[in-house]
């Protein structure tokens, strides 16, 4: 069984020890009751999924799932099964572009044309791209969070046109950043053309609270570091607003997951509100946002075709909903990589 690139990101590569390990904190959850839900034809996007089989040698599938009528298409079932797909991944007009990897020996970059299912493979160059968003300006061309296997680590934002296989950097984030190998630490904010990073601070060798940085998306300008006020690991970071946005923050001893809201308009980022939301336990896998509501897979399975909620976190409105155990309806090995239609 193959084991999560991200995970082998933080053995193999960066020196974040005992990340698994965070310090409890006396920060009070309000409770939230997650019932299912039927959705209605205008808020149901269409959501595509790559079912990694994680079979070898095999083939992996991208699926295009109809959550209204509980029905999927098999986009193309010809994925090369020795490469996960568990990082990100975004829907840019008729091109699924999602980052593979076969950790931990290569990774790069898989784009499927959801009309045909024909598959390329993308020379992604000595870049490791963890979020990935679509150019709003060019449907062949993403930008995206990516890593190079520098000493330290270098971690920029990257331009990639897909037709000539070529990247060009943004900006770069400052040297020595600690990145606990969640992919979910970048959230991009085209209306304010920026990018938001929130990098782990360590206490005692583990991630526990985190840093805010902002990159500007014309200029690469890098403005931070912001401490979190709140004390436990941040865990995913989704853009909302001017100064106000989401985010979810883990406890590793108790086993839970927090959904914050954050304010970064003063000299620290301040939290006014978290409540539990165990829907929103992604494992770090960046999770798409499609008119207004970010869905989700609960992570991680305890083995291929467990169990596993699919939920929609409603941004301005700060709820969480259970909508579907997917497995009632996709006989799945391992959903990874997900973006849905007119989202990013």
Not at 19 to 33: D, G, I, Q, R, V
Not at 143 to 161: E, L, N
Not at 194 to 217: C, H, I, R
């Amino acid at each position: 069984m193959k084991v999560t690139f991200a995970l082998l990101c933080v053995l193999t590569v960066f020196t974040v020890s005992q990340a698994t390990l965070f310090s409890s904190m006396s920060m009070k959850y309000s409770e939230e009751k997650m019932n299912e839900k039927m959705l209605t034809t205008s808020e149901a996007p269409l959501l595509y999924m790559v079912n990694n089989s994680r079979v070898v040698p095999g083939f992996n599938q991208l699926l295009e799932v109809d959550l209204q009528n509980k029905k999927y298409r098999v986009v193309t079932d010809k994925l090369n099964g020795m490469s996960d797909s568990v990082s990100g991944s975004a829907l840019c007009g008729d091109n699924f572009f999602a980052v593979i990897t076969d950790a931990p020996i290569s990774f790069g970059l898989a784009k499927v044309n959801v009309r045909t299912g024909a598959v390329e493979y993308l020379d992604s160059k000595d870049y490791l791209f963890h979020k990935i968003v679509c150019d709003p300006t060019d449907n062949n061309t993403f930008i995206g969070a990516a890593s190079q296997f520098t000493t330290p680590p270098t971690f920029t934002i990257q331009r990639y046109d897909s037709k000539t296989q070529t990247a060009k950097a943004v900006g770069t984030w400052p040297s020595g950043l600690t990145w606990p190998g969640w992919d979910s630490i970048f959230s991009f904010d085209f209306k304010n053309n920026v990018v938001l990073a929130a990098f782990a601070t360590l206490e005692a060798g583990a991630p526990k609270g985190a840093n805010l940085y902002e990159m500007d998306l014309k200029s690469g300008s890098v403005s931070g570091p912001k401490p979190f006020d709140v004390s436990k690991a941040v865990q995913s970071i989704i853009a909302s607003g001017t100064d106000q946005f989401i985010g979810t923050v883990i406890d590793a001893d108790l086993d839970q997951v927090s959904l914050c809201k954050f304010d970064k308009s003063g000299s620290s980022v301040s939290n006014s509100e978290c409540k539990s939301a165990q829907g929103l336990h992604t494992d770090g896998l960046p999770y798409p946002v499609c008119n207004g509501k970010l869905y989700s897979l609960t992570q991680p399975i305890q083995a291929p075709g467990t169990t596993c909620g699919l939920y929609s976190t409603d941004i301005e409105g700060f709820t969480v909903e259970k909508l579907i155990e997917i497995d009632d309806f996709i006989p799945y090995g391992y959903v990874g990589a997900m973006a849905c239609k007119g989202g990013f």
